[in-house]
């Protein structure tokens, strides 16, 4: 989540779309715990998002996109889903999916080349996004839908207890 605090609001984005994921996952799982703290990532991620609607940019800062991560790879973590192994963990997946894709998107080119994997650049999504012409409120919305759509498929794969649509949308956000 680092990394997505590049563009203003970007990572809040996409740890709101992730916490909800995780959340309709916990109330499903009945796990209190994870869905009290993915319901309070996301109210915190919609109120910092608030904070970028106008023309301010406000960022998380190393330390709030850090524990934003943290956050939600615990919550990720400490859910035990009622399907069997392989539906829970393509679950889990689609609801993490977009700060892994743009993790894989920006490390893989970067290892390959022999270049330093911590400088920043200007590799990620959301700066792919930028250099095609789309403005900084389309980035936070496509990473926010992204997000919510992959938490959308482990909802229903878990509803289901069919890998079918996590691993659908894995393959699909790849």
Do not use: Y
């Not at 995780?22 to 993915?38: F, I, M, N, W």
């Amino acid at each position: 989540f680092a990394a997505l605090d590049a563009k203003g609001g970007v990572a809040a984005a996409a740890g709101a779309g992730c916490s909800a994921g995780l959340l309709v996952l916990g109330l499903l799982a009945h796990q209190t715990l994870e869905a009290t703290l993915a319901a309070a990532v996301l109210g915190s991620c919609l109120g910092f998002l608030q904070l970028n609607i106008g023309r301010s940019r406000k960022h998380l800062g190393t330390g709030g996109s850090l524990f934003l991560g943290f956050l939600i790879a615990v919550t990720a973590l400490r859910l035990q889903l009622p399907a069997n192994g392989t539906t829970s963990v393509l679950a889990v997946l689609a609801c993490i999916a977009l700060p892994l894709i743009d993790t894989a998107v920006v490390t893989l080119p970067r290892f390959l080349a022999a270049r330093p994997l911590w400088r920043p650049g200007k590799d990620h999504l959301a700066h792919r996004l930028s250099a095609r012409g789309m403005h900084r409120r389309g980035i936070v919305l496509t990473h926010t839908g992204a997000a919510l759509l992959g938490g959308l498929a482990a909802a229903v794969s878990v509803k289901e207890r069919s890998p079918v649509p996590a691993g659908a949308a894995l393959v699909a956000a790849a």
